[in-house]
């Protein structure tokens, strides 16, 4: 059974950093994405990397205060926060693609077969 487990939320002041991680049981991964869901909104992306290559993309509001990362031999995604603020409050979520078609965004949540449980981030002002 293919899991994913993070950890590295908790509470944190505005301009201050987290780092999440998100180890995956699936060895292997076209691709692996952080959604996010605050209260009251549906759930949205927030960044996304390319297994094989590296390479990543993110959602406009995150860009140069956020990274992802990942490990290849120990299966695991990192997201760097940096210069956190109190609209960054979600509860974080880790996804993993075991096979990317290529015909749709990996922006987009159906792209991905296997979720973690959530990690609560906290901003306060």
């Known amino acids: 059974q293919v899991q994913l487990v993070e950890s590295g939320g908790g509470l944190v002041q505005t301009g201050g950093s987290l780092r999440l991680s998100c180890e995956v049981s699936?060895?292997?991964?076209?691709?692996a994405a952080w959604f996010r869901q605050a209260p009251g909104k549906e759930r949205e992306y927030v960044a996304h990397i390319i297994w094989r290559t590296g390479y990543s993309y993110y959602t406009d509001s995150v860009k140069g205060r956020f990274t992802i990362s990942r490990n290849s031999v120990k299966p695991t995604v990192y997201l760097q926060m940096d210069s956190l603020k109190t609209e960054d409050t979600a509860v974080y979520y880790c996804a993993a693609a075991s096979f990317y078609s290529g015909v749709y965004s990996l922006k987009l949540q159906s792209q991905y077969d296997y979720w973690g449980q959530g990690t609560q981030v906290t901003v306060s002002s």
């Open positions: 699936l060895q292997s991964l076209s691709a």
